[in-house]
Nanobody, 115 residues
Framework: QVQLVESGGGLVQAGGSLRLSCAAS????????MGWYLQAPGKQREMVAT???????NYADSVKGRFTLSRDSAKNTVYLQMNSLKPEDTAVYYC?????????WGQGTQVTVSS
């Protein structure tokens, strides 16, 4: 079982920045990959950014150039730096890790971007 603790969501004006953190129990090198997903009201959950065990990242087209995913292996934590935020980025953001190809999800953190 993997426990995930998310933090960093909140309310920000358009053009502002936020950094989300996801601290995982266990070494991140034991994970197939880690990442962030978002779910807006009435919509399906969708991928924002992921990083695999080799450190390769993948971003949704809508966030490329604005969001940066990174990890700190010493803290078993993955970060999502979100810059130039837009109202359409408003959603609940979920951290997900995959270990032995089993998905584990965080509780979600709300990000609200006002216009």
């Amino acid at each position: 079982q993997v426990q995930l603790v998310e933090s960093g969501g909140g309310l920000v004006q358009a053009g502002g920045s936020l950094r989300l953190s996801c601290a995982a129990s266990g070494s991140i090198f034991s994970f197939n990959d880690m990442g962030w997903y978002l779910q807006a009201p009435g919509k399906q959950r969708e991928m924002v950014a992921t990083i695999n065990s080799y450190g390769s990242t993948n971003y949704a087209d809508s966030v490329k150039g604005r969001f940066t995913l990174s990890r700190d292996s010493a803290k078993n934590t993955v970060y999502l730096q979100m810059n130039s935020l837009k109202p359409e980025d408003t959603a609940v953001y979920y951290c997900r890790v995959r270990r032995n190809w089993v998905n584990y999800w965080g509780q979600g953190t709300q990000v609200t971007v006002s216009s």
